[in-house]
């Protein structure tokens, strides 16, 4: 199972990324599927949740502002940031839950990352 991250960037305070993220490998069941950010010198945080039935959960600090969504047909997962502030600023990491049969449960996967820079 790889998670292939893109979308991030250099944008001004006030703009919008879009982030995305493609999960690949043979016959998928993908449960949760996550985006954190990791600001330097800090711990990686929870960004955005969503489920299989794309029921969400948001940070405080982003709600209202960022859309996490996804399509199970594609295996992709994507984080709509809009009115961006340095603070949002970091590498944003996405996260699949993947079921294994050899292990009988979800097992997560994570990308390699994408920065995201917010000029003020």
């Known amino acids: 199972v790889q998670l292939q991250a893109s979308g991030g960037g250099l944008v001004q305070a006030g703009g919008s990324l879009r982030l995305s993220c493609a999960v690949s490998?043979?016959?998928?069941?993908?449960?949760?599927m996550s985006w954190y950010r990791q600001a330097p010198g800090k711990q990686r945080t929870l960004v955005a949740q969503i489920n299989q039935s794309g029921d969400s959960h948001y940070a405080d600090s982003i709600l209202g502002r960022f859309t996490i969504s996804r399509d199970n047909g594609k295996n992709m997962i994507y984080l709509a940031m809009n009115g961006l502030n340095p603070e949002d600023a970091g590498v944003y990491f996405c996260?699949?839950?993947?079921?294994?049969?050899?292990?009988?449960?979800?097992?997560?996967?994570w990308g390699q990352g994408t920065k995201v820079t917010v000029s003020s």
């Open positions: 996260n699949a839950a993947v079921w294994s049969d050899v292990l009988g449960r979800f097992t997560d996967f």
């Open positions: 490998g043979s016959d998928l069941i993908i449960g949760l």
